[in-house]
């Protein structure tokens, strides 16, 4: 039989035993926390986190690696070009951005292995920072194991930045082997470190005037004296 008495009296020990426990935690809680929760078993909704960022090119990334010619550097260089125009260099492996007064930025590039290099006057139709990377139809023919498409990153071919030669299949971009610079070995293209490519990006805008030289004609390096 249901005895009254024996339930109120457990009841009365049971709402102490909770209040000692309560009472307990906030005294061991530091001045300033927020409050304990009464059902710490109570699992919070797992918090989203935002993507990582895409690094810039770091300032010193591949220029440590380069031999003193191929780094960046001001330069004495007689031309008739107005400033602002790209001069690649191709035997020599030189980009020239021409500046003022007789100087010019000069950069050392990779450009085409043998029988892949071109001449001829175009310009800059396109910018594109981390470009995706689509092998033209003439490279895959080549190189059928290579991918039919690349985003935008780190591991792409095309490195940090890219700058599209009028209606060519050819760029001016970064690459993230800065050991081919000084080289030829690309399949036309001229790549640039690609701390030496945000530069010139940022140097340059669409519409921008490039001059390359062909193989057998060199710039003249005796008017290309280090600033």
Known sequence: ?????????????AAV???????????STPAGA???PLFPFVMAPPVQTAPPLQAAPSQNEGASELPA?????????ATREAPGTIIIDTPNTYLYLVLRNGQ??????????????????????????WPDWTPPAEMIARQPYLPRYMAGGPGNPLGARAMYLGGTIYRIHG?????????????????????DVADLYSRVNVGTRVIVLPMDRRADSSVAKRG
């Open 17 to 27: 035993a909770l209040g000692a426990i309560v009472g307990a935690a906030a005294v």
């Open 69 to 77: 010619r191929l780094r960046r550097q001001v330069v004495s260089y």
């Open 175 to 195: 690459t993230n082997a800065p050991g081919t610079i000084g080289t030829q070995v690309s399949s036309g293209c001229i790549r640039l470190t690609n701390e």
């Open 104 to 129: 010019a930025m000069r950069y050392g590039i990779g450009v085409g292995r043998d029988g892949f290099t071109w001449s001829g006057v175009q310009s800059i139709t396109k910018k594109a920072e």
């Open 34 to 36: 927020g409050p304990l």
């Open 1 to 13: 039989m249901f005895n009254l008495d024996i339930f109120k009296t457990n009841s009365r020990r």
